[in-house]
């Protein structure tokens, strides 16, 4: 069970993480802990899969990558083929099963359109799957996935 010391933690690296040679003293002196008892609850949350990971998100975009949501209408028998060729590249972030005409639905992103365009031609030759939708962004949204606890 999470206290407000672990609360406060979860805001403070989602949100605010020091970029210090010492961060979890700094966060711990924040929250009224020591540097030890603080890296003592992130790996208790860690375990308990509360934490899955802490690490930076980068604008692919700044870095001059390109990305695309699919969505891939692939017969039943097909799936798991479908699903373990898309997934042996390391440049698919996600992959999920949608229940609609378009079932499998997952997200690129590479270091140039050719790469990217050339990815996908290689899925729908292995796979015989050929209806598959590249939609990119035409408007980036800047959406906030950190949750105040």
Known sequence: MMDEI??????ILQKEFPLEEQPFLIVGKRCGISENETIIR?????EEGIIRRIGAVFDGKKLGRVSTLCA????????DNFVQIVNANRN????????N????????NAPTDKELKAFLKEVKEKTGVTDI?????????????????
């Open 6 to 11: 672990d609360k406060k933690i979860l805001n």
């Open 42 to 46: 992130v790996k208790k949350m860690k």
């Open 72 to 79: 891939a209408r692939v017969p039943e028998e097909k799936i």
């Open 92 to 99: 698919v972030t996600h992959n999920y099963r949608r229940d």
């Open 101 to 108: 005409e378009y079932n499998i639905w997952f997200t690129v």
């Open 133 to 149: 939708l590249d939609m990119r962004a035409a408007t980036t949204f800047k959406i906030d996935a950190s949750f105040d606890v």
